[in-house]
């Protein structure tokens, strides 16, 4: 199997393809090699223990309107998002001007 535009569909004398470059540059620089090494041992540090289903979700939900962008949690954010657009949605005529 070959890539698009790759030996088979070009002709016999024609350079490589775009594509071939960056297989070449990729296979002889190996970009990201020697990375994961470097931080392995912090990862344990960074991922928060695993709790329960329940107590997940319920830290999705907000205290405030406002603590969900001040609180740096994203899930929150896009709830709230998530809550705005199926309230301005349900709101019919009278919400014409908003959804503009």
Same mark, same amino acid.
């Given at each position: 199997?070959? #890539? /698009?535009?790759?030996?088979?569909?070009?002709?016999?004398?024609?350079? /490589?393809?775009?594509?071939?470059?960056?297989?070449?540059?990729?296979?002889?620089?190996? /970009?990201?090699?020697?990375?994961?090494?470097?931080?392995?041992?912090?990862?344990?540090? #960074?991922?928060?223990?695993?709790?329960?289903?329940?107590?997940?979700?319920?830290?999705?939900? /907000?205290?405030?309107?406002?603590? #969900?962008?001040?609180?740096?949690?994203? =899930?929150?954010?896009?709830?709230?998002?998530?809550?705005?657009?199926?309230?301005?949605?349900?709101?019919?005529?009278?919400?014409? =001007?908003?959804?503009?």
């Amino acid at each position: 199997m070959t #890539a /698009p535009g790759g030996p088979s569909k070009r002709k016999k004398h024609q350079p /490589p393809t775009r594509e071939g470059w960056w297989f070449l540059g990729a296979t002889l620089l190996a /970009p990201g090699k020697g990375f994961a090494p470097i931080f392995s041992d912090a990862v344990p540090a #960074a991922v928060p223990a695993a709790g329960s289903k329940t107590r997940f979700l319920l830290d999705i939900i /907000p205290s405030t309107f406002t603590s #969900a962008f001040t609180g740096g949690n994203s =899930l929150q954010i896009l709830l709230l998002a998530t809550l705005s657009g199926i309230a301005l949605g349900r709101v019919g005529e009278r919400g014409r =001007l908003l959804n503009a």
